[in-house]
């Protein structure tokens, strides 16, 4: 089945992982229970976990022990700001079939794409790791 807008997994996993760590009892968690927890390979939450680590929404501790925590408040963490920081800025005007040169003058997907887009940023900016806790699944 076709999925006309889809997050990629890099995207999603840094979104849920931050959303798992901010959730976790003592704001600390390990790639092994994030990929538990999402079903995602460890690899690639390794290389997603190392991105937040530059940009900062986490630290890093090495180790058999070792996993990640936030290292700032998850109240002044967007899910945009996890989400930019893994792909980038989000192009709010951007042509949906990534053309240079449309042949147009008139959009032929009438602006849904760029309406889509804007819904998705301000869901995505008024939302921070703290929000998400009512997400929780309940064991």
């Not at 076709?2 to 997994?9: F, G, H, M, N, R």
């Not at 991105?51 to 967007?78: C, H, M, Q, W, Y």
């Not at 192009?91 to 990534?98: G, L, T, V, Y």
């Amino acid at each position: 089945m076709s999925k006309p807008i889809q997050i990629s997994e890099a995207a999603t996993i840094g979104i849920h992982a931050l959303v798992l760590i901010s959730n976790s009892e003592n704001n600390f968690m390990n790639v092994n229970v994030i990929a538990e927890r999402t079903g995602s390979s460890k690899n690639h939450i390794a290389k997603v976990m190392q991105n937040l680590v530059k940009a900062d929404f986490v630290t890093s501790v090495r180790g058999p022990a070792g996993g990640f925590s936030l290292s700032k408040d998850p109240n002044e963490i967007t899910l945009l700001d996890v989400f930019e920081s893994i792909e980038g800025k989000i192009s709010m005007r951007a042509c949906p079939f990534e053309k240079a040169i449309c042949p147009f003058e008139k959009c032929l997907m009438g602006g849904v794409f760029h309406k889509l887009t804007d819904e998705l940023v301000d869901y995505l900016k008024s939302n921070t790791l703290a929000d998400m806790k009512t997400h929780e699944k309940k064991s």
